[in-house]
């Protein structure tokens, strides 16, 4: 299958501080991404679907000036977690598809700790 | 009620026995299915993809779509203390959809 590349894997950040998660296609160009965040033994939930070029799309719920998602390339998509707080500390995961396909693939997930 | 249903175990079973992953959902638009692998602090591993009804094998696993049921299930044989793992039945409309997952079943095959 093909590979989504995530980094970091894990990070540890104050509160108040930003982070920034990177979400690569390595072998395809995603026209596609998702973000995704997961608590322990639960599901995913899906947080925004962002295509490249475009402004990403939030579902219901999530603060789009809070988790701020750019796709500026067809490789590279980009969540930043502004004023990082104890409540978002959770386990990050995003996904790529190639246009009009079925098959999505995931990175390796994020793993965000604010103290 | 959700739109996909996933029985989140735990289960437990030897190694070398028929396991039966299942999952029902109410919307009869799905046409895509799918079964992702996911262990513990990674992100989830496609497994296998179904259009519409029927049966695909790979290798060990199985996956079946019953669509007049809204019922599919994932069948692991010979099952292996590597097969421990969290898995995640996911399905879609049409494609370029959302996927929507279930729950997760989280397996344990003990040796």
């Known amino acids: 299958g093909a590979v989504v590349s995530q980094h970091p894997s894990r990070v540890i950040c104050k509160s108040g501080t930003s982070v920034k998660i990177e979400c690569r296609s390595l072998?395809?160009?995603?026209?596609?991404m998702f973000w995704y965040r997961q608590f322990p033994k639960q599901s995913l939930m899906l947080m925004a679907t962002?295509?490249?070029?475009?402004?990403?799309?939030?579902e219901q719920g999530v603060e789009k000036d809070k988790f701020l998602i750019n796709h500026a390339s067809l490789t590279l998509s980009t969540l930043t977690v502004t004023s990082a707080h104890p409540e978002d500390s959770s386990f990050y995961i995003c996904?790529?598809?190639?246009?009009?396909?079925?098959?999505?693939?995931f990175g390796q997930g994020t793993r965000l700790t604010v103290v | 009620q959700k739109e996909v249903e996933q029985d989140p175990g735990p289960l437990s079973v030897p190694e070398g026995a028929i396991v039966s992953l299942n999952c029902t959902y109410s919307?009869?638009?799905?046409?895509?299915f799918m079964w992702y692998r996911q262990y513990s602090r990674k992100g989830p591993e496609l497994l296998m993809y179904?259009?519409?009804?029927g049966n695909k094998e790979d290798g060990r696993f199985t996956a079946q779509v019953d669509k007049s049921s809204k019922y599919i299930s994932l069948f692991i044989r010979d099952s292996q203390p590597s097969d421990s793992a969290t898995y995640l039945c996911?399905?879609?409309?049409?494609?370029?959809?959302?996927?929507?997952f279930g729950q997760g079943t989280e397996l344990s095959v003990k040796p």
């Open positions: 919307n009869s638009a799905f046409q895509y």
């Open positions: 996911a399905m879609i409309v049409n494609q370029g959809g959302k996927l929507i």
């Open positions: 072998d395809f160009q995603a026209t596609t």
């Open positions: 179904t259009y519409s009804s």
């Open positions: 996904s790529a598809r190639v246009g009009g396909g079925t098959e999505a693939f």
């Open positions: 962002s295509n490249e070029g475009s402004k990403a799309t939030y």
